[in-house]
C-alpha cells in the first residue's frame, strides 16, 4: 500500500524532554511537510522541505527542528524550547510537479501530550 | 501565516439536504483543493482542481476552482451523517511549494 505513516499515534513527554515524531512515505514524492493543529483549529505550517538535504521555516519553526536525509523520511523533532508543544502533528508530502498532479496527501497524525 | 477564508465556518444541516461552502483568497493560486478531517485522524483529499472555471465531481460532492482564481467551492448534495466533519480548502501557487489553508468548515448533518 503506498502512503504516509506516522509513528507512534499518541506521544507522551515530560517537560522538558525533546521528542522525535517520525514520517515516512512511500509514494516517491519530492516535498514534505509538517503541520501543527491546535483543538478547533486550522493548520499551521512547522517546515517542509522540497529535496533531500534541504528544509524550509513554515510559520511557526521555532522550537522544532527537522532533516530530510533520506527522500521518503522527515522527521520532526519537538525541542524543549517550544512553549506549548501539546497538539495534533501532521506530516504531508506532494510530488510538486510544475504542469499538475499538486495533490498533497497527509499521513494519520501524532497526538503529542506533554506533561 | 496566511490563511485562506472559508464560510460558513460551522453549519448544522438535516440529513439530505445539500451543502455549500466556499473558500476566498487576496492571492491568485493554479491548484485548489478540498479536505475533509474526520476526529482524531489527518485530512483525507476528497478533490483537486487545476483549472479556472473547472467543476469536477467526486460522487456527491462537486468542487468549482474560480473564474478570477481567487476562490473555490464545494457543494455536497443529498448529506448522510457521515459527511460528519471538518472541510478546509486549500491553494497552492506552485512558485512556493506552500499549501494554504482554509480556516475549516464544521459540518454536522442531524439524521
Known amino acids: ?115 | 501565516g496566511q490563511q485562506l477564508n472559508q464560510s460558513p465556518q460551522s453549519m448544522f444541516i438535516q440529513e439530505g439536504e445539500d451543502v455549500s461552502m466556499n473558500c476566498t483568497s487576496s492571492s491568485i493560486f493554479n491548484t485548489w483543493l478540498w479536505y475533509k478531517q474526520d476526529p482524531g485522524e489527518g485530512p483525507v483529499l476528497l478533490i483537486a482542481l487545476y483549472k479556472a472555471g473547472e467543476l469536477t465531481s467526486n460522487g456527491r460532492l462537486t468542487a468549482q476552482f474560480g473564474i478570477t482564481r481567487k476562490d473555490s467551492f464545494l457543494n455536497i448534495s443529498a448529506s448522510i451523517p457521515s459527511d460528519v466533519g471538518i472541510y478546509f480548502c486549500a491553494g497552492l501557487n506552485s512558485g512556493t511549494y506552500k499549501y494554504i489553508f482554509g480556516t475549516g468548515t464544521r459540518l454536522k448533518v442531524l439524521a
Not at chain 1, 23 to 43: F, K, S, T, V
Not at chain 1, 60 to 85: D, H, M, W
Not at chain 1, 108 to 113: A, D, H, K, Q, V
Open chain 1, 1 to 115: 500500500d503506498g502512503g504516509i505513516t506516522q509513528s507512534p499515534k499518541y506521544l507522551f513527554r515530560k517537560e522538558g524532554q525533546n521528542v522525535t515524531l517520525s514520517c515516512e512515505q512511500n509514494l516517491n514524492h519530492d516535498a514534505m511537510y509538517w503541520y501543527r493543529q491546535d483543538p478547533g483549529q486550522g493548520l499551521r505550517l512547522i517546515y517542509y522541505s522540497q529535496i533531500v538535504n534541504d528544509f524550509q521555516k513554515g510559520d511557526i519553526a521555532e522550537g522544532y527542528s527537522v532533516s530530510r536525509e533520506k527522500k521518503e523520511s522527515f522527521p520532526l523533532t519537538v525541542t524543549s524550547a517550544q512553549k506549548n508543544p501539546t497538539a495534533f502533528y501532521l506530516c504531508a508530502s506532494s510530488m510538486l510537479s510544475l504542469a499538475s498532479y499538486n495533490e498533497q496527501f497527509f499521513g494519520p497524525g501524532t497526538r503529542l501530550t506533554v506533561l
